[in-house]
T-cell receptor
C-alpha cells in the first residue's frame, strides 16, 4: 500500500520568513492534493498537482510535483499569521481514483 | 451553495450505543467518502461510494456501515460504538474521474465523536 511521509512534522517560523513542507510517497503519485486545516475546522483545498514537474501558485503558496512524481513540496513566501495551521498532503493511489491516502500532517506555527 | 454538510458537529456516545453521522452534498457529485482523523495518523479512508447504490470498503471499515440511496446523501452508521472509534470524521465528495482528471475533492467541516 502507498504511504506518504510529511516533513517536518512540526514547524515554527518567524512572521515574514519563507518555509517549505515536503511530502514523499513510497509509490508513484497519480495526483497530489494539498489541504490546510485549522483546529476544529474542516480541510480547505489549496492545490492539486497531476503532472510530473507541475507547479501551481496561489497567493503566497507554491506547490510543486517532482519529475519522478514521488515527492511534492509546498513553499510559503513571507509567512503571515493567517498561514498557521496543519498542512496535509493527500495522494491519489490509483490512476483515476477519487480517494486519497494522506500524510500525517505538518503543524505550522507563525510567531509574530 | 452549501458544499459538503456534516451533522452533528459534536457527539458523545456511550459504549455499545449506535448512531448515524449524516453527510449531504449539493454539488451533484458522484463520488463520496468517509475518513477518520486520529492524532499523528492523518486521515484514513473508511468507506466510499462511486454513485447511488454503490459502496465499497476503504482502509478501516470495521465497525462502520454505509449506504447510498441518493446522490446527495452518504450516512455513516456506527452499529455498536467502541472507545476506539473516538475520532474526528470527515466526509468528502467530488465528481467522478470519468468527467476528466484534476477534480477537486471537497471536505466537510468534520464531526467530533467521543465514545466513553
Amino acid at each position: 500500500s502507498q504511504e506518504l511521509e510529511q516533513s517536518p512534522q512540526s514547524l515554527i517560523v518567524q512572521e515574514g520568513k519563507n518555509l517549505t513542507i515536503n511530502c514523499t510517497s513510497s509509490k508513484t503519485l497519480y495526483g497530489l492534493y494539498w489541504y490546510k486545516q485549522k483546529y476544529g475546522e474542516g480541510l480547505i483545498f489549496l492545490m492539486m498537482l497531476q503532472k510530473g514537474g507541475e507547479e501551481k501558485s496561489h497567493e503566497k503558496i507554491t506547490a510543486k510535483l517532482d519529475e519522478k512524481k514521488q515527492q511534492s513540496s509546498l513553499h510559503i513566501t513571507a509567512s503571515q499569521p493567517s498561514h498557521a495551521g496543519i498542512y496535509l498532503c493527500g495522494a491519489v493511489p490509483i490512476q483515476g481514483a477519487q480517494k486519497l491516502v494522506f500524510g500525517q500532517g505538518t503543524r505550522l506555527t507563525i510567531n509574530p | 451553495n452549501a458544499g459538503v454538510t456534516q451533522t452533528p458537529k459534536f457527539q458523545v456516545l456511550k459504549t455499545g450505543q449506535s448512531m448515524t453521522l449524516q453527510c449531504a452534498q449539493d454539488m451533484n457529485h458522484e463520488y463520496m467518502s468517509w475518513y477518520r482523523q486520529d492524532p499523528g495518523m492523518g486521515l484514513r479512508l473508511i468507506h466510499y461510494s462511486v454513485g447511488a447504490g454503490i459502496t465499497d470498503q476503504g482502509e478501516v471499515p470495521n465497525g462502520y456501515n454505509v449506504s447510498r440511496s441518493t446522490t446527495e446523501d452518504f450516512p455513516l452508521r456506527l452499529l455498536s460504538a467502541a472507545p476506539s472509534q473516538t475520532s474526528v470524521y470527515f466526509c468528502a465528495s467530488s465528481y467522478s474521474s470519468f468527467r476528466g482528471g484534476g477534480n477537486t475533492i471537497y471536505f466537510g467541516e468534520g464531526s467530533w465523536l467521543t465514545v466513553v
